[in-house]
């Protein structure tokens, strides 16, 4: 979820409800703030808020059915999420690809901090400190292809 998404918050009551039920249901429920996690969210592959997994040993599935807590109760209780094909290997949250893709998304959490850095604290402008970028991205391929 994200604390801006309007589908997030609609949803939030709801999920606070399963949660509450979590106990009867033998389940855990969680959730993770994009904004704070990029690298989970990268390594989840989330490109929709909000997006539900449905997680049991070590085997990943998307939850793509209704929002409703009923719903999400039967997908529990009816075992429905065994008829859902798990995430493929390769887009499995603990394979090799998908820490790949955290590491990307940590990266460019670090780059939007540089550049807030030299915006917010430093004073710089905007444009200037893109002009920091792209010379440092040059310097950097430069350097590379040496």
């Known amino acids: 979820y994200a604390p801006w998404c309007p589908a997030c918050k609609q949803i939030e009551l709801t999920w606070e409800s399963l949660g509450k039920e ?6 855990t429920v969680g959730k993770v703030d994009v904004t704070q996690e990029p690298g989970l969210s ?14 049991n040993d070590g085997v990943f599935r998307r939850y793509r059915g209704s ?3 009923e719903d999400l109760q039967g997908y ?12 493929a290997g390769w887009k499995s949250p603990s394979s090799i690809m ?17 550049h807030s850095y030299l915006t917010v604290t430093l004073g710089i402008h ?4 893109y ?7 040059l310097l950097i391929g430069l350097f590379l292809g040496l």
């Open 126 to 129: 905007v444009w200037i400190s």
């Open 22 to 27: 979590s106990e009867h249901l033998d389940i």
């Open 131 to 137: 002009a920091i970028f792209i010379l440092a991205t």
């Open 76 to 87: 529990i209780l009816e075992r429905k999420w065994e008829a859902v094909e798990p995430v």
């Open 98 to 114: 998908m820490h790949g893709m955290a590491g990307l998304f940590h990266f460019s959490a670090w780059i939007r901090q540089i």
């Open 42 to 55: 990268g390594r989840f592959f989330v490109t929709t808020l909000p997006t539900i997994y449905h997680a």
């Open 67 to 69: 929002r409703t807590l």
